[in-house]
């Protein structure tokens, strides 16, 4: 699975947890999930699960506390993927 296609899953994912609608329009990797998009911090552990669901990977803790932006998730997704 290439950067593209996870990228594609990660906002498809995030998408229906984001309260700045208008965000997405302008969706990038340095797009900030909580402050950006209005996701909420216990929607961001949702988010967690459902990515571990899609990409079937185990996310710790300490990885989903360094998600921040688009790309981090990406980026962690795709070690995980690997």
Known sequence: ???AQITEKVI?????????TEALNSIGKDTRILADLGV????????VLA???EF???VSDDAADSIATIGDAVQL?????G
């Open 1 to 3: 699975m290439n950067e």
């Open 12 to 20: 498809a994912l995030i998408t229906p947890y984001v309260k700045n």
């Open 40 to 47: 909420n911090s216990a929607r961001l552990v949702d988010i």
């Open 51 to 53: 990515f571990e669901d």
């Open 56 to 58: 079937d990977i185990e």
């Open 77 to 81: 997704i795709g070690k995980l993927v």
